[in-house]
Structure formats: C-alpha cells, structure tokens
C-alpha cells in the first residue's frame, strides 16, 4: 500500500468545500476491511454532499461517495482475504464515515459484500445504491405476495436512476412494467428497458377519492405526495406499493380505505440501513434473475473523481441522465 493516496474529501471548516487531495490510511473511518477502490458511483445524494446543498454528513471532515465497490488489500476480519471482490453501499458511506471516493477505502467487515458471480465491479456500481433500493423494493414486495398475476407494476419517476434501473429489474423478474415520467421523449428509452407502457405523468388525471378502478397490480414509487395517493387508490386488491422516494413531495394525503378495503399494502423501503441478509438476498438476485439487461445503455458515463464538482452541479440542474459510474483506479 503506498503511503498517500488521493480521495475526494469534503470540509466545513472555513466554509463548505471539497476537492480531491492526499490523505493517509490513518486519516479514514475505522474498520476491518481495507480495499483498493475500483469504482464508485454518482447519486443525487452525492450531489447534495459534495456541494453542501444538502445536510447528507452528519461529521466532517469525510470522503464522499455513497457506494464503493473493489478489491481486499488487507483484512483483521477471517471472512476477507486479499484479492477478494466486494462492494458496500450505503451503511453510512458519507454520513457518517468516509464513502468510496478515495483510493483506499476502509470498511466494516459486517457491511462488506463479497461481490456476487454474474457481476463485475463496473456492473455492481453502475447499480450501485440505485440499482439496490429498486431490488429491496422488489424483494419487499415479493416476501408480501406480489406476483405478476395481479397486474401491472407501476414505476413512478422511471427517467431518474432509481426508476429507469427499476424497469429494468422489475421487467426481468417477470413483471408487466408500466412506466410513469413526465419526460415523454424518453418514452423509447424506456421501452428498450423493458416497459410495456409509458404513462405521462401529468395525464393520469386521479381523481382524488378514496378509492378508484384498480388499475395497477402494485407500484414502485419514487416521488411521493399526490402519486403516491393515486397509486394506492387505484392499486389490486392485495397488491404492494413500495415507496422509496419524495422527489414530488415528503406529503401523502390519502385515507385508510385502499389498506382495510382492498388490502392494499404500503411498504417503505430504506435502503442505507438495510440488514446484511436481505443485503445478500438483494444482491444475489441483481447478479442473477433480477440483472438488468440494458445496463450499457443506463450506463451514461465513466469519469474521475476530478471531475465530479462538474457533475454534481449538472444533476443537481437537471442536465444529467443515466447512471455515472466514478473510475478510482484503472482496474476492475
């Protein structure tokens, strides 16, 4: 291991800033694992930390990067040895430890994943915390009885990350996937992922009562409020509605009918604090029956840490599509 290596730290000392600069592994969280980063990856989360327009650190000074994925360089942990391929997400990943935008990064052994076969490190983190929220939903719904038999799935926000690489899983594992943006010139796109149907979003037209036609077997939904409200009104007798995101609203305003009527459910999904065995369950399906089959073409750039200032300030504008993935160091 060299002496120094560089990473993209974040400070609010004399003010809010980041950049990428030299630190030493004595400088890092603690942990039990030390890896040699390959790839990270870029999400709206990261965007808000690394431009301090978002209270994502909860401690500072610390790298950031919510996901890392690379190989073991040293372990205290009997479970890890060197060379091993593995990848962590979330779990506190530039909250409250140092994330994977860094060079060496140092994990704990009980949130180190060893990566699954049937994904490279590229793949894992062209995913990334992205590809695994839309799993865990997925997974959620399924151990609460969501089949293909009751109907359409309904993803909502399907042009951001979360979305277009949850039409993808959900279409994979079986499912009628029925597309909800409000970019319809992306509605090829999102076809070519696996979409039966696109709906715009602002032609849904919900009528606001309690209760409507069931339309949707279930829903993934990434933007709260007034869709939230309309997904659970119109969803199957006994179908889930998964809900992960507030990209609309943090507000749902609907009644108690669609649960003790129809027995719709509503479940939330909170990917960063997730338990290690539904981790591995996640994860051993997105390398397999769940894979994405399009994900060179969600895959949208590879760039440097010294790039991502500019990034950060193209998501948080809107001027972004698709996933980014942060090459660390020239290997996978």
């Known amino acids: 291991m060299r002496n120094t290596f560089r990473a993209f730290r974040i400070h609010n000392d004399d003010g809010y800033r980041a950049g990428v600069e030299s630190l030493h592994l004595d400088d890092l969280s603690p942990g039990e694992v030390v890896i040699r980063t390959a790839?990270?990856?870029?999400?709206?989360?990261?965007?808000?930390?690394?431009?301090?327009?978002?209270?994502?650190?909860?401690?500072?000074?610390?790298?950031?990067g919510i996901d890392v994925a690379g190989h073991v360089i040293a372990s205290t942990d009997a479970a890890f040895k060197e060379g091993d391929a593995v990848l962590c997400t979330g779990c506190g990943l530039s909250e409250t430890r140092d994330g994977g935008y860094s060079e060496v990064v140092r994990l704990p052994a009980q949130w180190t994943i060893p990566l699954p076969p049937g994904l490279s490190l590229k793949e894992s983190m062209i995913l990334g915390t992205a590809g695994f929220t839309a799993g865990l939903a997925l997974l959620h719904m399924q151990d609460n009885r969501q089949k293909p038999e009751l109907g359409p799935i309904a993803i909502t926000g399907a042009t951001g990350g979360v979305g277009m690489l949850g039409v993808d899983i959900f279409?994979?594992?079986?499912?009628?996937?029925?597309?909800?943006s409000g970019k319809r010139d992306r509605f090829?796109?999102?076809h070519e992922l696996g979409a039966r149907e696109c709906l715009d979003r602002k032609e849904l037209n919900?009528?606001?009562?309690?209760?409507?036609?069931?339309?949707?077997?279930g829903a993934f939904d990434c933007v709260g409020g007034d869709m939230l409200a309309g997904l659970l009104a119109t969803t199957a007798p006994y179908g889930n509605v998964a809900c992960c995101g507030l990209a609309a609203s943090p507000k749902l305003d609907t009644t108690v009918m669609p649960f003790i009527i129809r027995g719709v459910?509503?479940?939330?999904?909170?990917?960063?604090?997730?338990?290690?065995?539904?981790?591995?369950?996640?994860?051993?399906?997105?390398?397999?029956?769940?894979?994405?089959?399009?994900?060179?073409?969600i895959h949208t750039r590879t760039l440097t840490m010294d790039a991502l200032p500019a990034l950060f300030e193209d998501m948080l504008a809107g001027r972004s599509f698709g996933r980014s993935v942060v090459q660390i160091t020239p290997k996978d």
């Open 39 to 64: 790839y990270s990856s870029v999400n709206y989360k990261d965007a808000l930390a690394g431009t301090g327009k978002g209270k994502i650190l909860r401690t500072f000074p610390l790298n950031g």
């Open 206 to 217: 919900f009528s606001g009562k309690p209760m409507e036609s069931a339309r949707f077997g």
């Open 188 to 190: 090829d796109f999102l």
């Open 171 to 180: 279409s994979q594992a079986g499912y009628e996937v029925h597309a909800i």
């Open 265 to 297: 459910n509503l479940l939330g999904v909170a990917s960063a604090g997730t338990a290690r065995d539904q981790r591995e369950r996640v994860w051993q399906h997105l390398a397999d029956d769940w894979k994405p089959a399009h994900l060179d073409l």
